[in-house]
């Protein structure tokens, strides 16, 4: 009962306003706390290099509301030698969508930092009619000793907004830890411009170069997380699950291929 509700609440507001904001669907981003930047495949923050293209997609079902199911491509690939990706994101069902598609691009590279911008175009689609929009996003990536590295995005730093279009700063900065043995540490903070400052952090377990699995936890809104990866000869399958006490199930799948 409280999960319809809350799927009309949530509909009707993205009707009235709709609003674009950083949402993890990547499975391997979700596994680990939703944490973003260090994943293969993943879109929010496309960092992850590559040893040459590659080409993922995503599917997720939030709290088990398939009118809200979230759909990712990425293609990441080289040119002149910078590294790009070209992500494409789709919410909603035929009533209410939203459509994001955006190009990153490696612009700076030294052995310890990488910096990475990015450019969005939003289309969304109502009862109201087709609305549309742009942002640009930075973000940064750094190697701050030979087992630590750390992640810094604004999303949206500068966005083009209207009266029925809302598109909120939000502030990113995740950090990863690798013990040396089979364990990573993830930890990582994000604040948009419109609610309080969420804390995250997840632990991987990795016993072969070929499997991991994972959990992690969000802090508010509460949230455990849970998943595996496999990897074989270019091609990687993952699972992400987040539980949310109210709303139960959050279920994401994702495959990479490299070639």
């Known amino acids: 009962m409280i999960k319809n509700i809350l799927t009309a609440i949530l509909l009707f507001a993205a009707v009235s306003h709709g609003s674009f904001e950083a949402v993890n669907i990547n499975p391997n981003s979700v596994r680990i706390g ?10 929010l923050i496309p960092f992850k290099n590559y040893s040459g293209s590659a ?6 079902i939030p709290f088990g509301i398939t009118e809200l199911s979230m759909q ?37 590279k ?3 930092l990488t910096v990475f911008p990015s450019v969005s175009y939003f ?13 640009t996003d930075l973000n940064a ?3 701050l000793t030979e087992n630590f590295y750390t992640i810094i995005s604004i999303q ?17 900065l995740n950090f990863k830890y690798r013990t040396g043995g089979y364990f990573n540490i993830y930890t990582g903070l994000e604040k948009d411009s419109r609610n309080p400052a969420i804390m995250k952090t997840g632990l991987e377990y990795s016993p072969f170069d ?21 990897e074989y000869k270019g091609l990687v399958f993952s699972y992400g699950m987040s539980y949310h006490s109210d709303l139960a199930y959050s279920h994401s799948f994702g495959m990479v291929y490299e070639f």
């Open 34 to 43: 939703n944490i973003s930047g260090f994943k293969k495949g993943d879109g």
């Open 156 to 172: 949206n730093f500068y966005a083009y907004e209207t009266e029925n279009i809302d598109i909120p700063m939000t502030m990113i």
């Open 110 to 112: 030294n052995e310890d």
């Open 123 to 135: 289309s969304l689609k109502d009862e109201l009619g087709n609305k549309s929009s742009f942002s």
């Open 55 to 60: 080409i993922s997609a995503a599917y997720l």
């Open 210 to 230: 070929f499997f991991s699995i994972s959990a992690g936890y969000n802090f508010d809104p509460q949230l455990l997380c849970t998943g595996f990866s496999i």
């Open 72 to 108: 990712e491509m990425v293609y990441s690939g080289k040119l002149y030698g910078r590294r790009f990706g070209i992500i494409a994101r789709s919410f909603g069902n035929d009533d209410y969508r939203e459509n994001t598609l955006a190009l990153t691009a490696e612009i700076y």
């Open 141 to 143: 990536s750094y190697l």
